[in-house]
């Protein structure tokens, strides 16, 4: 399990990037939820060892992972959001190169292993052409295959799933799940559908505070009977905004399907009771977070972020 | 700029087309931004500061044109003068500006590639010629405004900068001085830089290539267009040449400087540019455009994807979307766990290796490697290929002299290289944002660092290797000498391997400083000046020679000598840095970034001290290297407080003792004991002093070198303490020496030479060491030299004077010797060391022994000397008719030719000049510590770079010149030695060119003469210095351009008189000289030879009109051909035209028009059985003319045969100037 105790970053600046982060991460899948410049990527590349944080701790099955990054690299995985490649190797020659400077074994040597990778993340066919003639999405999957070599028991990956098609999206969707049955995996991104798919538990940063660390299914609950969906025109669309919080808005043949967080009491004509999704819990927190922030007030947001046992 | 940019933007809008406008507006907004960016960047800054700094260190005069006179009161160049100002900014421009206009324009494009800008950018309006144009206009704009600052700074440091000899070397202001040499040297240079390195970043978007430009211009400019003018070369194409130097500098030096016209002509004419020389700015300006113009074009083809990349690209782009369609989407893989995956631990070496092979895959695609090798191959092939010995010929290439010879070159092309190769090593991670993902590998920074820089060493083994590869091929071709692997061990292994890893440290450790690759250029180009700077400044030494330039010599004689212990000193240091500086960028190169906020604490005193104690413990070794060293160089025989030693002979001593008459020496003997291993001697004996003056002798003295503390005398026989003022010892007889008297004084002492280390390596006048022994008398390090001597303890910026200026009859009076002992003496060497040597001295063995492993061996003198030496070694001897040659087993390449030398110059000077009074002459070969010959009375040294090293083809003979040269001095310069006063250097150096001269005509026929007397003209014309040139008869060496004018302009001189009085009349003459001054006390200057010459020429007047010119005036011709026609009328042809002689002097010369080859050609065989013989195709008509100063002759020649050139002087037989342009070729 990983331990998150008041961990602080600020940057030059100065810009706080994590104000003070308390979380537990256990075994597993977990994700990381938060709109872009959250302080995702700045939580995920201190628990890389990439970056000494200001403040705080982190504990990896009680050793600080912080003092001693070099220990933990053995036995990381890390996809970055962004990264690249030597351009002039050939993706399998790259990751070769990556299999062993990480010194990862196979019994069938680690050409033969890098081939098997790459064939697991639909690579094969692009294996003897150099890193500079891949798409964006032919890159992300070298990277995850570069993360995912070697069984490492803590994985982090940050916005895996950009500029993956559908298809390879839910492909990279069963690698992960079937890495997480027996280790830690962190998945930071800010696509809600990526969390309600993969992770038992997830957390939502804002601003560099933790805003909620829980399950889908609790903070599915903590919604129920308050999310209420119906159709207006854009003209009325302001307007609900103003009077409600609006948690989705889309359009759908024409008309605007608009999702909406009320008690009851409050419910506009035409709207009926919807079962709350992830992505209306992630609005509402993300907003409340931001509207206290504005307000500097206590507006009240969803259930507790402390976990139980700590 | 913005606010200029929307006013222009307003006005253009109001002027133009609304697209014209936005077409100039966009350019001029790159432009603008880009101009921003590069003028703030430190590269620019170090730029402009060593500029500066440059500068600053030119007002001395320190680089400035070869003219003028350097002594008190003598005529200067103005360092502010035109011809001056281009000199200056053709060589910085290159030698700066290169570099950094290289870096800034190379990889402006792609920088913005790497930012991922360039989408952003091109989905705007803005078109690909106004980008290449805008950032070409960028880059360029801020390299104008530093050379305009330059300028600026120039003029303000020339001419405002407070300096003493300012009046001297600064002239009037004139603008002109500095618009015209920056316009048509610097600018065109710094367009065609920017255009080309542009060009190439856009190309290729390697920056590797971009860096390595300058590199390329480097060698090929500087080491190549700017040196290479061999006298064979057709000025056709030498012309062309000028076409291809960037710099200009090769037109200005061929044209204007290197033929002296004198400083007063440099300081007030302006450059004399030609249509020529314009044309080709004109053409380097344009290229540089157009390499900018192709680069829009190919930028804007290949922007939208338009250029088709290749075929192959096309054809791999449709079979990939073809896999791809074909891929099944369910493609169901099997679990991870079936992959078995693990993680071992990695060893740190077996990391290291991962990285370095996969660096060296990089490398092995990079054409950067593959284009430079060769460049930097060709380069040090040309070095060693034409690197010449003092009688600037050239030398046989050995694989020891050909590593040291080339290691100048190898060292400053592989620095440079890594400086690349390091830096964009380093910065490959972060360019190619794999950063992240290589940083959570637990891959050790050691690791990564030992990897990257055995891949970057790579580099040097590949150049190495073809550099070797290279060598072995010239050695096949020479077919002279055999390969031999151990000098590239040694000194491109053990000794070059060091500087190498010691400066890619240096690198890595910048690198992981700044974390900014061109700040690690910026630093390194500092780190690389300076210790140029240091270099070029005479201030470097043992311990600051990290890349140890030019302090090694090699000798096949002996190892590395004199600079053994001083060198693996220098190397351990290297290593040792090169630990330190690894130790820090370990240190330094964080995976993690640092928090900002955590500097405070890690510079709490307890968290620096755990930090920094554990880098600098591996500081401790070359902290105590660089002590030891520094202590060696301190108690050496070039260190300050040896220099201060003599200094104090000189100051104490000076006043009193200058010029005070000496008793003479009857008799020498001595008893010499030698250590060759340890570098130490001892030396015992005795002098016979006589007073052969008229006046008694109260007080005399001897000098021994200031580093030998303890001597024992005697006085007649008795101990005697001297008195000692800094090693000059005066001796106070009881009774004074009587004029006629002798008196026995006798001295022992032990020493060692070199005593201590050298201060920056190089060679050696005079040793001991394992390769042999070389003494002298000329120097108080074998026994003591009577009298004070002048030239211990005289620094030439410190305290050396003019010499003294003579009256014009001072031959008159009773002249002093020059050197040596005004009266000859007899000698007794005992000589006594290691059997393995043979000790050579002057004179006759007359014992020798072998005793318990040491040999003895006495040499008397058979007839007296004026001075003496010794040389020791391990020989073979060569013997001849009365002659000996003692070489090197392994350097017999031209002993047969040299010994044909040695036998003919005996035989042939003892019959025109005087029988060789001694009984056999000898030559002796030492190493190649010192490049010189001397030519000792029967005991002549030759340095193994002189003669037995020398390439010698049958046309000129070189081995066999330097022989006839030095063998001359036994008669020129110990039968006769000159007087010490002006012009006698002549009757011993330019006599002795003059008997080699007509050695080469007796033995090798008129070829051998005229391609002597063409060596030694054109050397003169090379080396003479118009202003500080003064008649023969007032030359004393204190000059520039002496040292011509007494060899080679004497030599010719005496030859010309020798063609004027015939050669009967010449010879008799040359005999009744030397008979009159063989034993006389009165040593002769040439007004007396002059004089004594005179009653044998059988025209005086032509005689005196002759000599008035050539020895009391400085004179000499030089002819071109005005109106030259060639036309057939009947069977014959007729040559007309115009000889005019744009020289001075009045000679006769010979006008011919030929036809062919002159000469038969020879091969080696051919060559020793005769001079070569007239070809049979040649054919020629002659008439002679004579011109005087300015004058011109017509000529009409009537040939019954078709002449291909007509040309003056053909036999060789009037000194003139520039003669290669004295032929019309039809």
Known sequence: ?310 | MSQALEALERGNLAAGTPRQNKVWTRFLRVAALDFSFQVRRPLVIILFLALVLTTWGLTTGNLSISTGDQSVGGKRAYITSEHALALTLCVLTLLYYAFFISVAAGTSISRDEEMEVLPLLHTTGLRAREYVWGKFAGVLGCFMVILLLQIVTTVLIYHLLPYADADKIRGPFAWLHYAKPALLFALPQVVFVTGITLWLGERTRRPILVFLFPVALLMVVAFFLWDWSPTWLDPRWNRVLFWLDPSGYRWLNETQLKVDRGADYYNTAPVAYDAQFLWSRVACTLAGLAAVAWSSRRFGATLRGAHPTSRRGRRGAVATAAVASTVEAAAESAPLAALAMRVVPVSFVRQAWTIAWFELRNLASSAGLYLFTPLILLQALETAYYTKSIWTTRLIVTPGGFTVLTMNTLTLCIVLLLLFYTVESFDRERATKLQPIYSSTPVRTGAFLLGKALANCFVAAVILFAAWLGCAVMLVAQQKVGMDLRPFLVVWGLVMAPTFLLWSSFVMMLMAATGNRYASYGLAAAALIATGWLQVRGKMNWVLNWDVWSAIRWSDLGFLEPNGLPLLLNRLLALGLAAFFLAITVRLLGRREFDATRVVHRLAPVELWRRTVPVLLWGIVPAALSIWLGLLVWHGFQSKPAKRHDRDYWKQNLATWKDVPQPSLAAVDLALSFEPRRSSFRSAGSYLLRNAEPAPFRQFALTLATHIDSVQWTLAGADYKPEKRSNLFVFTPPTPLAPGDTLRLGFAYSSRWPAGSTRDGGGIEEFIQPSGVVLTSFRPILAPMLGFQEEIGVEAKENRYEPRQYPDDWYKSVVPVAYGLTRPFTTRIRIEGPEEYTYNSVGTMVEERVEGGRRHVLWVSDFPVSIFNVVAGKWEVRRGAGTAIYYHPGHRYNIDEMGRGLDAARRYYSEWFHPFPWQELKLSEFANLANYAQGFATNITFSEGIGFLTISDPRNQMAFTVTAHEAAHQWWGNLVTPGKGPGGDLLSEGMSHFATLLLQQQVHGLQGRIEFAKRIEERYNDERRVDAERPLVKIDGSKEGDRTVTYDKGGWVFWMLHDLMGREANLAGLQAFIQNHKDNPDHPLLEDFVDEMRPFAPDPAAFDAFTRQWFFEVVVPEYHFEAVQREKQGERWVVTGTLRNGGSGRMPVQVAAARGERFEKQSAAQALEGPATQAPDYAESRTPLELGAGEAAPFRLECDFEPDRILADPDAQVLQLRRKYAVVRF
């Open chain 1, 1 to 310: 399990m990983l331990a998150i105790r008041k961990l602080v970053k600020i940057y030059p600046g100065p810009v706080t990037a994590l104000q003070g982060i308390d979380l537990d991460i256990p075994d597993g899948m977990f994700g990381l939820l938060g709109p872009n410049g959250a302080g995702k990527s700045t939580l995920m590349k201190i628990l890389a060892g990439l970056l000494e944080p200001t403040a705080g701790t982190v504990l990896w099955d009680g050793e600080d992972m912080l003092r001693r990054p070099e220990r933990i690299w053995a036995r990381l995985g890390y996809l970055p959001q962004d990264f690249g490649f030597y351009p002039h190797l050939s993706g399998e020659a790259m990751l070769e190169y990556l299999l062993r400077l990480k010194g990862i074994v196979s019994p069938r040597g680690p050409r033969r292993l890098a081939q098997e990778l790459l064939e697991r993340v639909n690579l094969d066919f692009a294996a003897k052409r150099k890193v500079k003639t891949y798409s964006g999405g032919m890159r992300q999957r070298l990277g995850i295959a570069q993360a995912i070599a070697g069984n490492p028991s803590l994985l982090i990956v940050d916005e895996p799933t950009a500029g993956l098609d559908p298809e390879e999206r839910h492909r990279f969707y069963r690698i992960l799940t079937e890495l997480a049955q027996d280790r830690t995996v962190v998945l930071s991104t800010h696509i809600v559908e990526d969390v309600a798919v993969l992770c038992p538990r997830f957390a939502v940063i804002h601003a560099g505070q933790l805003v909620a660390s829980t399950t889908p299914t609790e903070a599915r609950a903590a919604l129920r009977g308050s999310i209420y969906e119906g159709s207006v025109t854009d003209a009325e669309l302001p307007g609900l905004r103003e009077r409600q919080q609006v948690t989705q808005s889309i359009l759908v043949e024409g008309k605007r399907r608009v999702r909406i967080r009320t008690a009851g009491n409050h419910v506009p004509p035409g709207f009926e009771p919807s079962a709350p999704t992830l992505e209306d819990v992630y609005m509402v927190l993300v907003k409340t977070a931001r509207d206290r922030d504005g307000a500097g007030r206590e507006v009240p947001v969803l259930a507790a972020p402390r976990e139980a046992g700590r």
